[in-house]
């Protein structure tokens, strides 16, 4: 039963990380041609996919501490309790030893596969906000090099003080 459990979260929980890499995706393709009409919807998109991951995740944690307990209240034989269950990672493998060879194998097989994946979404989440920062930095140092009487300052409308995020701006100036 716990193995059937476990595979059918892990399963969906793969499923929907390929699905947050595919909106990552997006999301940088638009980045990168400027395509902004569905740029919103990329991110309601996202974030509906990190709340079912994040139901998942504590749905498998659960899982994984009714397992411990059920072996905590089996005799321990003078055993102490292993530091290695202290995280995730630790209680799925002590989880999955007590499976026989086959369910063990195409367990951890389906945790590793959506370790690489969850490891790729990083991935490219870190790339795309190296290439907004280097974009931002870029950005900055034009404006500084383009308007020295201002000290790199940018200033609304109202002439309050802007800081330089990424938010849209039209100059009324012409080169």
Known sequence: MIYEKCREILLKESELVQNAFNIQKKIQDAVLNREWTDFE???SAMSALEGKIAALEDEREGLFLE??????????????KS??????KGRFYAMTAHLPVEQRNDLTAIYRSLKLEALKLRMANDILMNYLGSVKASLTDFFELAFPDRGGKMYTPR????????RSMVLNRRF
Do not use: Y
């Open 83 to 88: 530091p290695a269950l202290d995280d995730a």
């Open 67 to 80: 397992l411990m307990t059920a072996q905590e209240r089996k005799p321990s034989h003078g055993k102490e």
């Open 41 to 43: 919807g990329h991110f």
């Open 159 to 166: 002439g309050t003080h802007l800081s330089h995020d990424m």
